[in-house]
């Protein structure tokens, strides 16, 4: 269960959080959100796909990790074999939290309850003077751009249900042991829908920005081929 509270020099002054990746530490997880602002550094590493909220009618944009709940095969020990990690795994255990869900304002909290709370040997967020370390300096930076970025992304989806560019994703895994994953729970872009768009059609959605993120999540699906292999791998050797 998470224990958020707002993060101040006055009450976390001597307070660590672990900087090492691992399972021990909540990276152990299939995705995670990603927004379209991050797109093209995603796809250079993973599939981007899109998961419905059906209580709330919404879309959120997906990394995704693995194929099954609580698999990250770029997870190697205390290692993420990739070049880049989405702001949403880099953030922990930061994010924004609001004094009120109506209210404009935006805080940084912290979850005092992750498994990232560390003790002696861990990161300082604050020095002696109560100042912020150059640690959660960087990562207000990517709080602030991840949180800008989800709130843009409400255009980005509106745009796809516009032109009804989204379809269910279902997905049938052979792996090299005989057996079968299957993804599904997820939605993807539609290229026969994407190229049968007029020049109206396109031309608006470059003017908005989209344009771009759609075809990076399109040209991110050449990743899960690579994480098949990873799949593989992990079964051949455990």
């Known amino acids: 269960m998470s224990d958020h509270a707002v993060l101040t020099a006055e009450t976390h ?42 209580e709330h009618d919404s879309f959120a944009a997906m990394a995704l990790f693995g194929f099954e709940n609580g698999e990250n095969l770029y997870l190697e020990g205390d290692r993420w074999d990739a070049r880049y990690r989405p702001l949403a ?44 370390t150059p640690y959660l300096q960087r990562a207000t930076e990517q709080l602030g751009a991840l949180d800008a970025g989800y709130r843009g992304s409400a255009d980005f989806f509106a745009a796809l249900r516009r032109h009804d560019l989204l379809e269910p994703l279902i997905v049938e895994l052979p792996l090299d042991d005989g057996s079968t994953n299957r ?38 699906l050449s990743n899960l081929d690579a994480l098949i292999r990873r799949k593989n791998r992990r079964l051949r050797h455990g």
């Open 183 to 220: 993804l599904v729970g997820f939605h993807t872009i539609n290229e026969e829908r994407l190229e049968g768009l007029d020049p109206s059609a396109l031309a608006e959605l470059h003017a908005e920005g989209h344009l771009m993120p759609v075809f990076m999540a399109v040209a991110s």
């Open 89 to 132: 795994m880099e953030i922990q255990p930061l994010l924004i939290g609001r004094p009120a869900p109506d209210s404009p304002e935006r805080h940084v909290h912290i979850d005092m309850a992750s498994p990232r709370i560390a003790g002696e040997d861990g990161i300082a967020l604050f020095d002696d003077l109560g100042q912020p």
């Open 13 to 54: 002054r001597t307070l660590r959080v672990h900087g090492t990746r691992g399972a021990a530490f909540g990276d152990a997880v299939m995705c995670c959100v990603t927004v379209p602002d991050e797109f093209r550094r995603v796809q250079n590493e993973y599939a981007i796909l899109f998961r419905l909220n059906h």
